[in-house]
């Protein structure tokens, strides 16, 4: 039986897996008012483990746009210093400074299965996520009108259809299985055994990795602070070693009192895991799309995991809902491969590089790495060489067909970069430029550094663009209605340069366009192209 959702109504996309990424999905799509239905395999919203804890700033953004940004900057662990040890010698720190203004820490370390549940939450809150548990998809159909997805159920089989299906269901994705895209990559000589574990401890919020250390010279040893109580360790250990005597509790709690010292701990769970490098072949198949874990998989050095896979999430959700609605053609959606296999790509040529520096395959590798390690420590100069793993960054969509060519010989922000994100206000209202600019494709106006220019709003709303598009003008001042000002007079030289400007703004807060406001055209090109006939 082909099945509606709870409101009565059938989905416009199915979703498959109700991760983070799933999640995210979902609600993005809600904003643009597209109803989706989310099958999950499991009985629970959450994985029930702390797994990917790292939340870099940009994607912390992103979760204040979803509505559950709060708890995670209270009740997480925010740091911007990792230290980095050679035995007990302190030989690297990477320091993360502002970007913008500094509205979030450059990260926070929060528990995804929380995560998980605040997501499941504000899905429901929107009335328009119909999230289904206990589904396990068993087989996948598409043609030219959409999407139809079989899949048993607790009463039996049953039968969801949409216009398109977003696969969210992870590493071992059965989507991609049928689809017949193949997940090539290769997997790290390093294995793991992982900790998370309570106790009050007087330790500063930093990550600290250690390599071969006084307490650990067999390898690698890894310490965050998870939340305010919660704290993960993770040991490098042999390839071949037993993972039921390694994850005793009283070998555990013996492990972590070699790092932490005497101090009461309750082991919350432990684990080992290797790390995989892989990629699927490709991000799409007709009307399908694979995200997160289903289209990439990279080590955890680098908080490159679900990190990436919330901009793929947002990257895809932007362009379903410009097509469902309306208001941009089909071709917009070539775009989210074009984008996100590129920054795949660079992520698991980041940590693919940190990996093999980390975990060397063969002794040759390992001296290699020693003597590396053993220069930093004699030369603070030589610390360059050590690479203990580059943390996430949003990835520039520079050579993007949605990037219009810079014709300014040096605008403030280059088209295919984020917005740089500021405090301001509208109508008396604190607010953040992304909060503003996100969900719509945004006219932004920016005066030069003379000041706010007489007739700029009127210079905005001559510039031709579809009536949908959002307006607005970023002053030091307020300027009447649709005026955006900036709360602090440090952050104008971001955005002020010599002349007025327009700032086409993606849903996704990235710049697509940069042009001078003195009649100038702005090309939409694939953002809007074709959409009398993007609906179908």
Known sequence: MVLPDSSGSFPHVVIVGAGPVGMATAILLARQNVRSVVLERRDQPSCRQSRAVTVQRDILALYDRLGVADEIVNDGMSWSLGRTYYGDKEILQLRFPPHGEEIYPPFVNFPQFRIEEMLHDAALATGLVDIRLERTVTGFEQDDSGVRVTADGPEGPETHTGAYLVAADGIGSGVRRRLGITFDGWQTKGRFLVADFEAELPFRRERRLWFNPPFYPEGIVLMHGVSRRLWRLDWQIPLDADADVLTEPERVRARIATVIGDHPVKVVRSNTYTFQQCRASAFRSGRAFLVGDAAHVVSPFGARGMNSGMEDAENLAWKLGLVLNGKAGHALLDSYETERAAAADHNLELTGASMKFMTPDGEPGRRERDAALAAAADDPGQAHRVDSGRLYEPFPYYDSPLTAPTVLSSPRVRPGAPLPDLRCAEGGRATTLRAITAGSLTLLAVPG?????????????????????????????????????????KMWDIYAGEQDVVYLVRPDCYVAAVVPLDGTPVDFGALTAEASNAAG
Do not use: Q, Y
């Not at 009536?467 to 009447?480: M, Q, T």
């Open 449 to 489: 550094r003379d000041g706010l220019t007489p007739g700029l709003s009127a210079a905005l709303d001559a510039v031709p663009a579809p009536a949908w598009v959002r307006r607005r003008v970023l002053a030091p001042a307020p300027a009447g209605p649709g005026t955006l000002t900036v709360l602090s007079d």
